[in-house]
Nanobody, 121 residues
Framework: QVQLVESGGGLVQAGGSLRLSCAASGRTFSVGWFRQAPGKEREFVASIGWSGVSTLYADFVKGRFTISRENAKNTVYLRMNSLKPEDTAVYYC?????????????????WGQGTQVTVSS
């Protein structure tokens, strides 16, 4: 069982940037980032395969967010640029046994506790 800990969230003005980190207690395979805004269902944001070559993004973050990983550190990052108030949510990372990433929450076995991102207008 792997434990995941997210960090890097906070309060930022619209147009600003944040980098989220997802630190794992051990080796991870594909890792995804999801988010949940108040009153909404959790939704897919981005995922990355084990090698770091295969990435998937939700349409609403393409060109603004970049997912990457450092396997030597068991850490996955989510760089978020040009943040908008609608990006405000709790962001979660999750680990999947799949080699490549996935948009489906059901493909992920282990989840972190989340980190709050708040974007002010």
């Amino acid at each position: 069982q792997v434990q995941l800990v997210e960090s890097g969230g906070g309060l930022v003005q619209a147009g600003g940037s944040l980098r989220l980190s997802c630190a794992a207690s051990g080796r991870t395979f594909s890792v995804g980032w999801f988010r949940q805004a108040p009153g909404k269902e959790r939704e897919f944001v981005a995922s990355i395969g084990w090698s770091g070559v295969s990435t998937l993004y939700a349409d609403f973050v393409k060109g603004r967010f970049t997912i990457s990983r450092e396997n030597a550190k068991n850490t996955v990052y989510l760089r978020m640029n040009s943040l908008k108030p609608e990006d405000t949510a709790v962001y979660y990372c999750a680990d999947s046994p799949r080699t490549y990433g996935s948009r489906l929450q059901s493909d992920y076995d282990y989840w972190g506790q989340g980190t709050q991102v708040t974007v002010s207008s």
